[in-house]
Structures are given as structure tokens and as C-alpha cells.
């Protein structure tokens, strides 16, 4: 099954959703960030939220979330688009923290205590930005929370990651449902029963169930509008004029220091690892540059 996203509402509006399957995904940036199982686990769990929560997206939209938390992790970091192109990093891919019988311990990997960061670039003057405390660590927790007291659009969320005995990803998704205003309350009650009673998201998929056919078992008997199926891919927007930016922002001085090592500056994009080399003498050009904005005083 292809990874692909799938988006509807009901046909009265008051309810939305979206599913998708993320697995080739998020076997990719396992291969791309090198992460152990729990590692996987959390940072397949942070992309498919990013994918879902995309399906809210249109146009030239993006949407970015990071979270920052006191385990080993330390930083996790996933972006999207209304056409599902999809990345993620994590800060420290190894997490030391084995399975257990229950499965994979993400809070203690994640950290309690810390904070999910929400950017979205609406295509207005300046992004949108949210914050809040991470809820519990468990990261569709985390989401679900923000959606509901920041946005204040009740949801539920739902993300899995499966894996093979060598740490293979074996099946990865995300599933999000939303109560707009003007809903029935016997029908929000009907779906949250449902959504409790629904085995667990990577089971389904495991058994060939795609995200339509999981929406359509959950939303059975209500009135649907059309769908839509987005394909969801990896896709890094880096490039070389984006990094040179990016080192002419240290400033002067680091610039110099870096012109004068012997070895070519390398900076590796932390989504898909292209590394990009700079030459002393290239570094000297940025210093150049920078000592001749308009505005600037600094002297050679």
C-alpha cells in the first residue's frame, strides 16, 4: 500500500477527519537519521501527526511541529504541505531506551516535561505560532491537547508505528477527527465510541485496511461529502543558497573563524543528511557580503 493521505467531511460539515499511512515514510527517515526502535517509534509518530494534521492545510500552506522535552531525544522536528511532501528530524536519533513488553516507552524517550511547538506559514505577512506544555509525552496525546485547548477544535487523534524484529517499519499512520460547531451530540458520542472500540491504527493497517476503508467503517451510516487522496512523500526543500544564508547569519566572526581553519566548512542538512561544502575562500565571500550590508558598522 502506498503511502497516501485521505481527507473528508460530513456532508452537514460538522465533522472532518483524515487518515493516512505513512510507513514508506517513516522506514525512509529511519534509514536517513539513523534512529534505534524507540527513536523510530517516536519521531514515526511526530511525521504521520504532521501528515494528518496537513489534510487542514491548502494551497501554498505549511505547517511545522517541534517538540522539545527533557529525554534523551531532546529535539523532534516534522514539516508538511497541503500536497503531503513530508520531512522530520530527531536531535539524538539513539535513545538507549529498549521495548518493553508493552511496547515502546516514547514518553521516556519524548520527556514529561517540555513543549509542543506549532507553526503554520498561512500565507500571510508572518506564520502563525503556538505553544504549549507537552501533555503527557505520548505524542497523539500531545497533539490532540494543542488541537482542542489552543485551536479549540475538539479532536481525536490516533498515530502508530509497527516494527519489524530488526527495526524495519512494518506499517505507520495516523488517523484525526474533528468536531466542528453545529454537531449532534448523540453523533460526536456515537464516533468517540467507535474510536475507543477501534483496534489499534498500525493493526489495520497490517491487515490491508486502507485509510478509506477505516473512515468509512468508522463514519458508517453518515452521510459523507467527497473525499480527497493526497499521495504523502519525503521530500527536502534544502539547497546550497539556503545553507549560504544560513552561515551568513552566524556573523562576522564565526565566519572568519571558520575562513581560517584549513579543512572546507561542511554543514549536513539535519533532514536528509546532503552535506554541503563550503572553501575557506568561499566562507571569506560570505564574510565579504555580510561587512557590506547596508546598515552594517563592523570593520574588516
Not at 35 to 50: H, I, K, M, N, Q
Not at 59 to 81: C, F, S, V, W, Y
Amino acid at each position: 500500500m502506498k503511502d497516501h493521505l485521505l481527507r473528508f467531511a460530513t456532508q452537514d460539515g460538522t465533522l472532518r477527519a483524515a487518515a493516512a499511512v505513512t510507513t514508506d515514510l517513516v522506514e525512509s527517515l529511519r534509514q536517513l537519521q539513523g534512529t534505534d526502535p524507540t527513536a523510530t517509534v517516536a519521531l514515526g509518530r511526530l511525521v504521520s501527526g504532521a501528515t494528518i494534521m496537513g489534510s487542514l492545510l491548502k494551497g501554498d500552506q505549511k505547517l511545522a511541529l517541534m517538540i522539545e522535552g527533557n529525554g534523551p531525544l531532546r529535539k523532534l522536528h516534522a514539516e508538511t504541505d497541503a500536497s503531503g511532501h513530508v520531512r522530520g528530524s530527531v536531535q539524538v536519533p539513539v535513545s538507549g531506551i529498549p521495548p518493553t513488553a508493552n511496547g515502546f516507552d516514547v514518553p521516556a524517550a519524548v520527556g514529561r516535561a517540555g513543549f509542543l511547538h506549532v507553526s503554520k506559514d498561512l500565507g500571510l505577512k508572518e506564520p502563525y505560532r503556538g505553544m504549549v506544555q507537552l501533555y503527557s509525552g505520548e505524542i497523539a496525546e500531545d497533539l490532540a491537547y494543542y488541537l482542542t485547548t489552543s485551536e479549540q477544535v475538539p479532536s481525536s487523534v490516533a498515530l502508530g508505528v509497527y516494527l519489524e524484529q530488526d527495526g524495519r517499519v512494518a506499517a505507520a499512520g495516523g488517523l484525526l477527527v474533528q468536531a466542528l460547531p453545529g454537531g449532534q451530540d448523540a453523533l460526536i458520542e456515537l464516533l468517540e465510541s467507535r474510536l475507543v472500540a477501534l483496534p489499534p491504527l498500525t493493526t489495520l493497517l497490517r491487515e490491508g485496511q486502507d485509510p478509506e476503508q477505516i473512515l468509512r467503517h468508522l463514519f458508517a451510516d453518515v452521510p459523507l461529502g467527497k473525499a480527497e487522496k493526497i499521495p504523502v512523500t519525503f521530500r527536502c526543500n534544502c539547497h546550497r543558497g539556503q545553507i549560504r544564508a544560513l552561515l551568513k547569519g552566524l556573523g562576522k566572526e564565526e565566519l572568519e573563524a571558520l575562513a581560517g581553519q584549513e579543512e572546507a566548512t561542511v554543514v549536513t542538512c539535519e533532514f536528509c543528511q546532503k552535506k554541503y561544502s563550503f572553501s575557506r575562500q568561499e566562507i571569506r565571500q560570505l564574510r565579504a557580503e555580510l561587512l557590506e550590508m547596508p546598515g552594517r558598522t563592523d570593520s574588516p
